[in-house]
C-alpha cells in the first residue's frame, strides 16, 4: 500500500516549498510540488513609474536580487526599442557573470552537497590518505595534509560540544549515503574553501552594483556607474584591474575543485544518472549582449523538445517571436482566481485561497507552458541548448568533466548521463566554468572599449502616450527569468514575473502535466520513508528558489508592521 509523505518545509532553499510523495514498495510514485507562499510583486507595481519597477522586483529575492533587476530594466528596454551603450552592456554582463558564479558554488556546497556527502563521517578519516587522494584528483594547493587535518579538528570540536551548527539535523549515517570516511573529508574540507571563494567572486558584484545584495547602479537605459580615468569617484582602471585579481583568484577553485567533486560525486553515485529526470523539453534563453540592441550574444539560447538535442531551435534576439508567442501560465491548479491559461502581457495575478487539494488547487505558484507544454529550465537546459548551438567553452567543459567522470567510474558516461539528478549538477558545474570564461571576456571587452575614448554609459529613456508593451530575459542561475510589463502613458498598467522556480515548481498544468519538480521525482527510490533524503537530493538539484518573503500591501494604506532597529550605545 503507497505511503504519503509529507516534507514541509523543503529547508536549505530560498522560500517556502512543500513536496508530498506517494512511496510503494520503495520508489516515488506520485509527486506534488506546493509553494506556499504569495509573491505579490505584480499587484505592487500597478500605476508605478516603469524606471522604478527594477528596484521593487529584486527584492522578491534575497538571494537571486540581480537577476529581477536585470530582467526588469530588460523589459522597459525592450518595450521602449531603447539602445543600450556598450559599456553598460559589459558592465551588466560582468555583474551577471559574477553574481551565476557565486550562486553556483554557493549552491553545490553550501545548500545541496549535503544530500551527498555524510559530514560526521569525516571525522573517521584518514586525514593522510585523503590528501594523497585529492592530490592524485586534482593539482590544487590547498588539499594538503594540514588543511585537512585542520578541517576535521574544527569539525570534532563542533561535536565535542555537542552542537553541530550548520551540520545539525542532517541524515548522517543514512543508507544511501555511500562515500567513504575521505571523501567526506575532502568533500567538508572544500566545503570551508568555497565560503571564501564565493565571497571573493561577489565582491566583484558589489564593486560594480555599489553594493550586494541588491545592487544599485542599474538605470532604465544602462547604468549608473560614470567611467573618469582620470577621477578616483568612478570606475577607475584602478577598480577594474583589481576585479580581474578576483575573477583570477576564483578560476583556479572552480576548475580545480569545483569541477572535480561534482566528477567524484557523479563518479561514487554513478546510479542517480537513472534518477530524476522528468521534463525533457528543455528552455534556455540567450545572455551576455554584445552589441546595443540585444541581437548578438556571448551565451546562446534555445529550446530542446523531448530530450532530443538534436531537435535544438535557437532563440535570437531580446525581441525574438519564437520565444515571445510561445509563454503561457496556467492556474487551474493554483491559488489564484480563474481556471485560464494566459499570456503574461494579459496575465491576471488575483489571490483566491482554498484548501490544499491533489486534484485542485494547492500551490501558489503558476504552471508556466512553451507553445502548450511543460520545460525544465535551469543550468541543464542551458549547458544542453548551448552544447547543441556549438558552443565552443561549453562543449569544452562539458566534454572535460564526463571525461573525469568516466576515469573515476571505470566506465564511458556520455550527455544522456545529464538527464538526471547528478546530471543537473554535472551541468551547473560546466556552466560555472563557461561563465567563469564568459565573465573574463566582458572584463577585456570593457576595458578595449574603454581605451577608444567611450565613457558612455546611459541612454535617457523617453515614454510616448498610449500603450506600449515589453519583455525583458536573462538566463539567471536557475534558469530563464522574464519580466513582462504593459505600460500605459507611462505607468505600468500590468507586470507579470515568470521565474525559473515557476516554471520547475510549478504544480500540474491546464492538460494535468506533471510540473518538472513533480515529474522527476517519479520512480524515484526512498530507502526510508522516515528520512526522505532521496526525495530532496532530486528537489535540491533544481536549487529552488521561491522567494525570500511575502510581500503584503493594504489598500486603504494602513500601517501593516512596524520595525525599529536597536539603537547602540
Known sequence: MAKRITVDPVTRI????????EVDKGKVINAWSSGTMWRGIETILQGRDPREAWIFTQRICGVCTTVHAIASVRAVENALALEIPLNAQYIRNMIIAAHGIFDHIVHFY???????????SALKADARAASTLAQKLSPWPKNSYNELKAVQDRLQKFVNTGQLGVFASGYWGHPAMKLSPEVNLLAA????????????????????GSKTPHIQNLAVGGVANP???????????ERLYYIKTL???VGDFIKNVYMIDVAAVGAFYAEWTGYGAGVTNYLCVPDLPLDRAGVRFDLPGGYISDGDVGSFKPIHSFGDDFFRQGVKESVKHSWYAGDHDLHPFEGETVPKFTEYKDDGKYSWVKSPTFNGRPAQVGPLANVLCMYAAGHGPTRKFTDQLLETVSSL?????GIPALHSTIGRHAARAVRCAVLHDALGRQWQSLVDNIAT?????????????????????????RGVLSHWVVIENGKIKNYQCVVPSTWNAGPRNSNDDLGPYEASLIGNPVADPN?????????????????????????????????????GP
Not at 14 to 21: P, Q, S, V, Y
Not at 189 to 208: E, G, P, S
Not at 533 to 552: G, K, N, Q
Request: aromatic share 8%; with cysteine; proline share 6%.
Open 247 to 249: 575573477i583570477d583568484d
Open 453 to 477: 575614448g567611450d565613457y558612455e554609459t546611459f541612454n535617457e529613456p523617453i515614454f510616448p502616450k498610449g500603450e506600449i508593451r515589453g519583455m525583458g530575459f536573462h538566463e539567471a542561475p
Open 409 to 413: 567510474a571505470g566506465a564511458k558516461v
Open 14 to 21: 530560498e522560500g517556502h516549498l512543500r513536496i508530498d510523495c
Open 110 to 120: 553550501h545548500l545541496s552537497a549535503l544530500d551527498w556527502v555524510d559530514i560526521v
Open 227 to 237: 567611467i573618469n580615468p582620470d577621477s578616483q569617484s568612478t570606475l577607475t582602471m
Open 531 to 567: 528520512k526522505p533524503l532521496e526525495i530532496l537530493r532530486t528537489v535540491h538539484s533544481f536549487d529552488p528558489c521561491l522567494a525570500c518573503a511575502i510581500h503584503l500591501m493594504d489598500p486603504d494604506k494602513n500601517e501593516i508592521v512596524t520595525v525599529r532597529t536597536l539603537e
Open 189 to 208: 574540507t572544500h566545503y570551508f574553501q568555497a565560503l571564501d571563494y564565493q565571497r571573493r567572486i561577489n565582491k566583484v558584484v558589489a564593486i560594480l
